[in-house]
């Protein structure tokens, strides 16, 4: 029996992660938060010539076994960029199906449906209940455009420099408009 | 073809300024002129923009040059002559060719002027003037296409001032910076810039009112000077948002050459510290932040 449940996560494994894809990018598609994150805190980009070496030693390799360049290592992080945004795409229109049978459903505001406990009619109970409600109507969402999407400057087939020039002007606009919008826009009053 | 000339050499410059009407081509304009004027640059304005009567060049810069026809072709030929000039004579020079159907929009179709004056090493910097309105990049992809008119110094000026009180920039601009025409450009060495808004400008530029005059609390005779407000509001756009949000970030070589800020920051650089007046501007601080841009044109 053991064995079955074994040998059906061999299969999954391998049906979820193909060897068509190197052990580098199943890597980085793993570690894609931290790293990004870890690149947003310096702001200097991923250096992957330092960063092979260290690929290396872990024994990570490029589809052909071998160990990755800087190219085959940039490359690869772009296929991971576009698999995070295909993966994200695709959890988008699951959650948006879900909402639009919820919306669908003409049942959905019966208290059978509702989440969660509802006591008696206290008052925070009560706003807890039209809170319940409301989240239950839920209109179908538009797909969310989360953290993977690409910027102009990962897109494939840029030169070193079209990718500077995009970035840093792109990114030096976004730094602009949040110092200059910072005095135009009222703050939220936070009495409210 | 290769070029004559190297890309961080001073050229004479010819700023074209495009836009769809009622973008603020000419505030644009007329805010640069008078600022480089006030800073030591001499250049000669070209006022081609024939249908924009109420504000023109002509009426903020006497010394304004304009045909003397407003026929198309009279002025596409006038255009073509001021060119010439230019290449024989070696100064630098702004154009304000309205909106619309324009001459010069003839005129590159006929000749690649870029290409043509570039060759006799004059920069041609091209300003598209946009708002936050998708339309607003049509002459930007229009011009793109087929590199009809699209020099490596090209400067995209986003106009604060058409945004709605109220709204972000970020926001208001927030297509417009994701569409493939910016991206386009902006990978080819584009500059992308925001011109500040200046809430009263209606208010000046409907006295015909220089900005250093306006805030001065100056008056046209019969006229009437600005409010006190309006007068502190224009002091801080001219004094503080003009130079460090919008000059300091186009490349010095971009623009005419601002002999009295270069001029500024080498005293200040060998000179002693100085004091500052309390709540005062000291020109050298200004001029450090324009003098000093060592960005080249790419």
Redesign the interface.
């Known amino acids: 029996m053991s064995s079955d449940r074994k040998g059906k996560e061999r299969i999954l494994q391998m049906v979820a992660r193909p060897k068509v894809r190197s052990s580098l990018f199943w890597w980085l598609l793993e570690n894609h938060d931290e790293l990004v994150e870890a690149e947003g805190e310096a702001g200097l980009g991923l250096r992957w010539g330092e960063l092979c070496v260290e690929f290396a030693e872990l024994g990570l390799s490029d589809v052909n076994g071998k160990a990755a360049t800087d190219q085959t290592a940039q490359k690869t992080w772009w296929r991971v960029r576009k698999e995070r945004a295909r993966l994200a795409a695709r959890r988008a229109a699951a959650d948006a199906e879900q909402a639009a049978k919820r919306a669908a459903n003409p049942r959905r505001n019966m208290p059978s449906q509702w989440r969660g406990t509802y006591g008696p009619a206290l008052a925070e109970e009560t706003s807890g209940r039209s809170h319940a409600v409301a989240s239950t109507s839920t209109e179908v969402v538009p797909a969310r455009q989360g953290g993977s999407t690409i910027e102009p400057w990962e897109e494939e087939g840029l030169t070193d420099e079209e990718r500077h020039n995009l970035k840093t002007q792109l990114l030096g606009l976004r730094a602009e408009f949040r110092r200059t919008d910072k005095h135009n826009i009222p703050k939220p009053n936070k009495r409210l | 073809m290769e070029r004559k000339y190297s890309s961080d050499e001073r050229l004479p410059i010819l700023m074209i300024v495009v836009g769809r009407q009622r973008v603020g081509k000419t505030s644009f304009l007329n805010t640069t002129a008078q600022f480089l004027r006030a800073h030591g640059a001499e250049f000669q304005i070209w006022d081609a923009d024939k249908m924009n009567t109420t504000y023109n060049m002509s009426i903020f810069h006497q010394d304004a040059r304009q045909p003397q026809s407003l026929d198309p072709e009279d002025i596409k030929e006038w255009l073509e002559e001021k060119f010439m000039e230019l290449v024989a004579e070696r100064y630098d020079a702004m154009l304000d060719i309205g909106g619309g159907d324009t001459p010069l929009a003839r005129l590159v179709q006929d000749v690649p002027i870029v290409s043509t004056l570039e060759n006799e090493g004059v920069r041609v910097v091209l300003v598209h003037v946009i708002g936050p309105e998708l339309a607003d990049l049509d002459y930007l992809e229009r011009f793109a296409e087929d590199e009809l008119l699209a020099p490596d110094a090209t400067l995209i000026v986003m106009n604060?001032g058409l945004v709605l009180s109220?709204r972000?920039?970020?926001v208001a601009?927030a297509d417009i910076?994701r569409q493939p025409a910016i991206?386009a450009v902006?990978?080819?060495?584009?500059?992308?810039v925001?011109m500040?808004r200046l809430n009263c400008m209606s208010q000046v530029t409907d006295r015909g009112l220089m900005f250093e005059d306006a805030m001065n609390g100056l008056a046209k005779p019969g006229g009437t000077a600005l409010t006190l407000f309006n007068r502190v509001r224009v002091r801080q756009w001219w004094e503080g948002e003009l130079p460090e949000?919008f000059f300091e970030?186009i490349p010095s070589l971009w623009l005419p050459e601002m002999r009295l800020r270069q001029e500024a920051s080498n005293v200040l650089a060998v000179g002693e510290p100085r004091r500052r007046g309390k709540g005062t501007r000291s020109s050298g601080e200004v001029s450090g932040a324009l003098g000093q841009d060592t960005q080249s044109a790419?």
């Open positions: 604060s109220g972000s920039n970020e601009f910076v991206s902006v990978r080819k060495g584009a500059r992308v925001t500040p949000l970030k790419p």
